[in-house]
C-alpha cells in the first residue's frame, strides 16, 4: 500500500506541477522525450507528457506518445525507465521509481498502466492492450510483472526473492516473496493464478482456459500447482514439504505436505475429465491420489485411503495405505 501511494503521489505531483491539459487529438507521430542525469525535465505538448527526475549519480528517460504519460524518478546511483503509448484517444501510464541503487523499468502500450518501484533491487513491468501492471522490488530483490489484453499482473518481492506474474487474455497473476523464495505465476485465457512464498520457499502456478490455480510454501518448501480447461489446482507446503497438483477437463486437485520439524514429506494429487484428487502428508509420511473420468481419491498420510469409482478410475497410495476403484 505504501509504496503504491508514494508512486502514485509522485506521479500526480509531477503532473500538477508540469500543467498538464486536456488532451487534444494529435497525429500518430505526436512524441515527447525527457532524459536527465541531474534535476527534473519535463515536456508537454498538450496531448503527451514526460516528467524525469534524477539525483545523485542516476540516469532516467521518459517517452510518452499519443496521449499517453509517462513518469520515472532515479534517486542515489539508480535508473529508471518509462514509455507509454496509445492509439486513438486511449490513455496509457507508466511509472518508474528507482532508489539506493535500484533499477526500474515500465512500459504501458496501448491504454494501459505500468508502473514499476525498485529500492535497491530491479523491478520490470509491461503492460499492452488494456492492462494493468505492477512490479515492486525491496533491495536486493526482483519484480517483474507482465499483463496482456485486458489483464492484470502484480508481482512484490523484498529480502532477496524473486517474483514473476505473467497473465493474458482476460487473467490475473499475482506473485508474492516475504523473507526470501521465488514465487512464479502464469495465467492465460480468462485464467487467474496466485502464489506466496515465505522464509526461502518455491512455488509455482499455472492457469489456461477459464482456470484457477494458486500454490503457497512456509518456511521453505516446493509447491507447483497447474489447472487447465475450467479446472482448479492448489499445492502448499510447510517446513520440508513438496506438494504438486494438476487438474484438466473440469477437475479439482489439491495437495499439502509439511513437517513441524523439517523432514522430507512429499504430496501429489492428480485430477482428469471432471474428477477430484486430494492428497495430504505430514511428518515424513508421503500421499498420493489419481483420478480421472468422474473418480474421487484422497490420500491422506493419517487417515485410511479413499477411492470412490465408477465412474471413472481412482488410485491412492500413501503412509496409511493404498487403494484403487474402477479399473
Not at 532524459?35 to 519535463?42: E, F, N, P
Not at 490513455?91 to 502500450?109: D, E, I, M, P
Request: hydrophobic fraction near 40%.
Amino acid at each position: 500500500m505504501g509504496t503504491r501511494s508514494l508512486i502514485v503521489g509522485l506521479a500526480l505531483m509531477l503532473l500538477v506541477a508540469g500543467g498538464l491539459v486536456a488532451a487534444q487529438p494529435v497525429m500518430a507521430d505526436d512524441i515527447v522525450q525527457c532524459a536527465t542525469t541531474q534535476g527534473i525535465q519535463s515536456q508537454n505538448n498538450g496531448s503527451s507528457q514526460c516528467t524525469a527526475t534524477a539525483e545523485i549519480a542516476s540516469q532516467t528517460q521518459s517517452t510518452a506518445r499519443e496521449h499517453s504519460t509517462a513518469v520515472v524518478e532515479a534517486v542515489l546511483e539508480s535508473r529508471a525507465t518509462a514509455k507509454a503509448v496509445s492509439e486513438s484517444y486511449a490513455q496509457s501510464t507508466a511509472l518508474a521509481a528507482a532508489r539506493g541503487g535500484g533499477w526500474a523499468t515500465a512500459a504501458a502500450l496501448l491504454d494501459s498502466s505500468s508502473s514499476a518501484d525498485a529500492a535497491a533491487g530491479i523491478a520490470q513491468s509491461v503492460s499492452c492492450w488494456g492492462s494493468v501492471a505492477r512490479a515492486n522490488a525491496a533491495p536486493g530483490s526482483q519484480a517483474t510483472a507482465k499483463a496482456f489484453l485486458k489483464s492484470s499482473a502484480e508481482a512484490d518481492s523484498n529480502d532477496g526473492g524473486k517474483a514473476t506474474a505473467v497473465a493474458r487474455g482476460n487473467s490475473e497473476a499475482g506473485a508474492l516473496v516475504r523473507e526470501s523464495g521465488e514465487a512464479s505465476s502464469v495465467a492465460r485465457t480468462g485464467s487467474s493464478a496466485t502464489t506466496f512464498a515465505l522464509k526461502g520457499g518455491r512455488v509455482s502456478a499455472q492457469a489456461s482456459v477459464s482456470s484457477t490455480a494458486g500454490a503457497s510454501s512456509n518456511h521453505g518448501g516446493k509447491a507447483a500447482s497447474e489447472a487447465r480447461r475450467h479446472s482448479a489446482a492448489s499445492a502448499g507446503v510447510g517446513l520440508g514439504g513438496n506438494a504438486t497438483a494438476f487438474a484438466d477437463l473440469s477437475s479439482t486437485a489439491s495437495a499439502s505436505a509439511g513437517s513441524e520439524i523439517g523432514r522430507p514429506t512429499t504430496a501429489q494429487a492428480i485430477a482428469t475429465r471432471k474428477s477430484t484428487a486430494r492428497a495430504t502428508a505430514t511428518e515424513g509420511s508421503f500421499a498420493f491420489a489419481w483420478a480421472t473420468n468422474g473418480a474421487t481419491a484422497i490420500a491422506d498420510s493419517t487417515a485410511p485411503p479413499q477411492c470412490i469409482a465408477p465412474p471413472g478410475q481412482a488410485k491412492v497410495e500413501s503412509s496409511a495405505g493404498n487403494c484403487q476403484a474402477g479399473f
